[in-house]
């Protein structure tokens, strides 16, 4: 059981399923990492059942605001249930057969991410208490999918926070799954689920890619921080002229060369470039090039906060760059997956960025992550990814 300090229970009334280690006010009964503990406000009433994390700031993260609600594997199974069935009826569903089945505290179930690559699943458990019940979760995945077979990549950053192991490998079933083909929107690209970034594939983009496609006809496109190909792809699906791609990762680009090969595409009109982008830009700003759509979906800058002020700069410069490259009447879809940076500080660096690269543009779409990555209403911490479609006059 945890007891909070006087006050401390406002924001759970709100539902925000997080409570942090400065609202504890005592901890009793001694609960092991992953147990599900009663969390008790000043006054003795108990408002929400919780998983322990002792070794996190986030000190125990909701299950439930159901004072009586078992949690046992049936709850899982139930909360995976949900999860799937919202995905079914999810027009993406219709057009990919790649997408987020369970996104963490959204779903109601902190910690937890699964995305569904054809007929793999890759499972990344972030927090003690999906690890605690790992074992019934995975059996209602594979159950409920109908996927034989899962990939477990617990080896993001995020579970040194919570005191957990790195671990990675097939839980259910086994094959190669360096190059799992999916299709999204009509187009072919293969990902790797063991090696690759995230769970493999950046699935939250799903619709921007898409929307990038009908904008990209007779353009001369810059895809910058390109990964497996998946905007440079896009747009040469739409009829780009032309599409200059960049990306550090020379493994990606190799599959991004993979991806290009399996779609009926000409692929001569895509150049893959192992670069910097910030260096990059540079070189091709002081060649002269010019471009009618570019492209920037970079790397969290800033996970927290805390980083945001050199985030800020980083943003600044590759936006920058991207100004002075667009010709004018050129588009320019730029993102941040920073969690550490708003939708109005992203707004007011690209339009510093403008400001200083001395383009006149202004927004004309506004860009977030794909209805698979749900966001509820009390997470607001659920909303990372933001975009923007400018328009250079
Ligand atoms: N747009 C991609 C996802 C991009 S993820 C898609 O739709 O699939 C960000 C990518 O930026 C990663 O592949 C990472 O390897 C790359 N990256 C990170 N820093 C970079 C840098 N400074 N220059 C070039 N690429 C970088």
Redesign the pocket.
Known sequence: MIKLKPGREKSLRRHHPWVFSGAVASVSGKPKAGDTVDIITADGKTVARAAYSPDSQIRARVWSFDPALEIDAAFFRDRVMRALAMRESLPAAKHSNALRLVHGESDGLPGLIVDRYADVLVAQFLASGVERWRDPILDALAELSGCEAIYERSDAETRKLEGLKSRSGFVRGNRNATRCPIIEHGLNFRVDVEQG?KTG??LD?REN?QRVRTLAAGREVLDG????G??AIAALAGGARRVCA????KD?IEIAKENLAANPLDASKVEFIA????AHLRKLRDQGAHFDLVVL???KFAPTAAQAKNAARAYKDINLLAFKLLRPGGLLATFSCSGGVDAGLFQSIVAGAALDAGADAKIIERFGAAADHPVALEFPEGEYLKGLLVLKN
């Open positions: 970034q594939f950046f983009q890619r921080f390109s990964y497996t998946g905007f960049i990306e550090s990762s990606a670069a910097d982008v910030f979906d970079p790397p």
